[in-house]
């Protein structure tokens, strides 16, 4: 028998529509055992979500999903396992937070201009209930104001790269960010290796930046992948001396195509990154 678990999820803490207790009496009315919760640049959701784990009994892993700059591009590395009051590791979140409050602020003013709308920022802040709302929180804003149909054309219309209202991030470095994951006695994971759009000679640089750095997992079990994908993941997993991690990146029940926990097997042979967590890594047993 394994372990239902999903180590790829968010919460209000950061872009989810549930709170940290709903978000785990879903994965435990899902089944999950073991829930890692890994919400955008923050770990506010933690405490919480570690309650409810006590009382549906089910064990939490801290988590935090990072967002990280690697050859000019965004890419995502979740951290699993972390103590979460390393002082290196605290700073990392602070500073990640001031880069997407101000991130968040030049968005809501080329919202103000572009979509017509006053104190865009300030909407999307009070919706998020956060002062560093990210993206999808101005799609539900503009959602919510008329001013597209739904949260997709928000994107295509004005938030995606390349539209109007799109504003890149002074992110952290990769390497730094493993680091800081690793000091704060974390595993460092690629996030959903195959939604940067990257060539496969372009991913295989990415991992072996990674390793380099000291990163230790890649998430390979996820919703929806077809063959080729999973073909690739496979060779990675193969080539590079990555363990395996898998999550949902459940964001809402809005979702329908996803659920937590619900997530292909492993590969054959591969590594469970579950191996790499301290003994004492859960926030609630
Ligand atoms: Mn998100
Ligand atoms: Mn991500
Ligand atoms: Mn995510």
Not at 54 to 75: N, T
Not at 140 to 145: H, P
Not at 179 to 200: F, K, Q, W
Not at 232 to 259: I, M, N, V, Y
């Amino acid at each position: 028998m394994s372990v239902i678990y999903d180590y790829h999820c968010h919460s209000t803490a950061s872009d989810g529509t549930l709170s940290p207790t709903e978000l785990v009496e879903a994965a435990a009315a899902a089944g999950v055992q073991q829930l890692a919760l890994t919400d955008h640049d923050t770990l506010a959701g933690l405490p919480e979500a570690a309650a409810a784990a006590r009382a549906c009994g089910l064990s939490l892993l801290p988590g935090i999903e990072v967002s990280v700059a690697w050859s000019r591009r965004e890419v995502h590395i979740v951290g699993l396992g972390m103590d979460i009051a390393d002082p290196g590791l605290v700073a990392l979140v602070a500073a990640q937070q001031q880069a997407r409050v101000r991130r968040a602020e030049t968005i809501g003013k080329r919202l103000d201009k572009v979509a017509g709308l006053a104190g865009s920022y300030g909407r999307a802040a009070a919706l998020a209930g956060t002062d560093a709302p990210g993206r999808p929180w101005f799609a539900r804003m503009l959602v919510a104001e008329g001013k597209v149909r739904d949260e997709e054309h928000a994107f295509n219309r004005f938030l995606k790269a390349g539209q109007s209202a799109y504003v890149s991030t002074p992110w952290i470095e990769m390497a730094e960010a493993v680091a800081v994951l690793r000091a704060a006695g974390g595993v460092a994971v690629v996030a959903h290796p195959v939604r940067y759009g990257l060539t496969r000679r372009k991913l295989r640089q990415l991992l072996t930046d990674f390793c380099e750095a000291g990163g230790q997992a890649l998430e390979v079990a996820m919703p929806r992948l077809n063959e080729a994908q999973q073909a690739l993941l496979r060779e990675c997993l193969r080539d590079f001396p990555l363990h395996a991690s898998g999550g949902s990146d459940f964001h809402t029940p809005a979702q329908k195509w996803l659920t937590l926990g619900r997530l292909p097997t492993l590969p054959e042979g591969a590594r469970p990154v579950a191996e790499l967590l301290r003994p004492d890594a859960a926030l609630a047993a």
